[in-house]
């Protein structure tokens, strides 16, 4: 019979208990549910930001604030790098002698 004790972390390393207390007025509870947005917690904007989380919920609502940005920076980097091309490729048709209308 295979036991798994030889594997639990608890018993090999001396990890210290981690005690949880609940932050008075704090609403991750509900916003972890999906039942409030970050913006609907009573501490948000007043005690706790997404860069000075208290709770969890902020935590997720900045690293959820970091992806969004990443997304509209590819994005951005996207539309430039398009524009680029087509203004190289318009630099080169004018040098080539030829003209293109722009529509």
């Known amino acids: ?3 798994y004790a030889a594997f639990d972390a608890l018993k090999k390393f001396k990890i210290p208990e ?3 207390a609940e932050i008075k007025g704090c609403g991750c509870g509900d916003i972890l549910r999906g039942i409030k947005a970050p ?3 009573p501490l948000f904007k ?3 930001y997404p860069n000075d989380p208290i709770g969890p919920c902020m935590v997720f609502f900045g690293r ?8 509209l920076l590819t994005e951005v ?3 430039k790098v398009s524009v680029v ?3 190289l490729a318009a630099n080169d048709r004018i040098a080539a ?4 209308t722009v529509r």
Do not use: E
């Not at 959820?64 to 997304?71: C, P």
């Not at 002698?97 to 293109?100: I, P, T, V």
């Open 97 to 100: 002698g030829q003209q293109r």
């Open 85 to 87: 091309k087509n203004v």
């Open 1 to 3: 019979m295979i036991t």
């Open 64 to 71: 959820h604030l970091l992806h969004s940005l990443q997304i």
């Open 46 to 48: 007043k005690t706790m």
């Open 77 to 79: 980097i996207k539309v």
């Open 18 to 20: 981690i005690h949880s």
């Open 39 to 41: 913006q609907g917690c």
